[in-house]
T-cell receptor
């Protein structure tokens, strides 16, 4: 079964600095997709960025980029020029297709990011 | 606006009582999901449904039940058999199968025991 590992339970970063949130995954599939979500203290889940296993370029969305290293099975999220509003919980997730039928998304345990003024 | 609506935002349950959490989406998505989140933890899958009138158990289905009679609706019932129901519950939907389809989430329901 697929598995997502986020090894940083919490991080403190100075405002305006770049920050990297780690995510490693385990899958035997050749075709897979990786997602990052942000969860502010209010609780809603906000989709940030997607990376496909066959994408040749690393995904970027504004200040978010994904450092995708397929051979290492890692998909780290990079936030450039961090802002106070980036303080939140961040989840890495992956599609898990079982027996070519059951299609679900699995999540890591998350990293809580604190941006310091 | 298209989206996912969860209600109520806060819910209190008495011992031995069943409660139902509502989840409605107008995104025309085929698949819908229920997750449980405990404080400081990740999301654990309770149930999911890929088409109407069909659903599958997730990792922590015991003490919960669902129905999927309409494409737009996927209510979750927390039964009295769920001994520790206090948590944040998130409903999500997805347009269908495909590696590049993200889930869209509702704003969640916080359930507490009285």
């Amino acid at each position: 079964a697929q598995k997502i590992t986020q090894t940083q339970p919490g991080m403190f970063v100075q405002e305006k600095e770049a920050v990297t949130l780690d995510c490693t995954y385990d899958t035997s599939d050749q075709s897979y997709g990786l997602f990052w979500y942000k969860q502010p203290s209010s609780g809603e889940m906000i989709f940030l960025i997607y990376q496909g296993s066959y994408d040749e370029q690393n995904a970027t969305e504004g200040r978010y980029s994904l450092n995708f290293q397929k051979a290492r099975k890692s998909a780290n999220l990079v936030i450039s020029a961090s802002q106070l509003g980036d303080s939140a919980m961040y989840f890495c997730a992956m599609r898990d297709l079982i027996a070519n039928r059951d299609d679900k998304i699995i999540f890591g345990k998350g990293t809580r990011l604190h941006i310091l003024p | 606006d298209g989206g996912i609506t969860q209600s109520p935002k806060y819910l209190f349950r008495k011992e031995g009582q069943n409660v139902t959490l509502s989840c409605e989406q107008n995104l025309n998505h085929d698949a819908m999901y229920w997750y449980r989140q405990d404080p400081g933890q990740g999301l654990r899958l309770i149930y999911y449904s890929q088409i109407v009138n069909d659903f599958q158990k997730g990792d922590i289905a015991e003490g919960y039940s669902v129905s999927r009679e309409k494409k737009e609706s996927f209510p979750l019932t927390v039964t009295s058999a769920q001994k520790n129901p206090t948590a944040f519950y998130l409903c999500a939907s997805r347009t269908g199968t495909g590696v590049n389809q993200p889930q869209h989430f509702g704003d969640g329901t916080r359930l507490s025991i009285l």
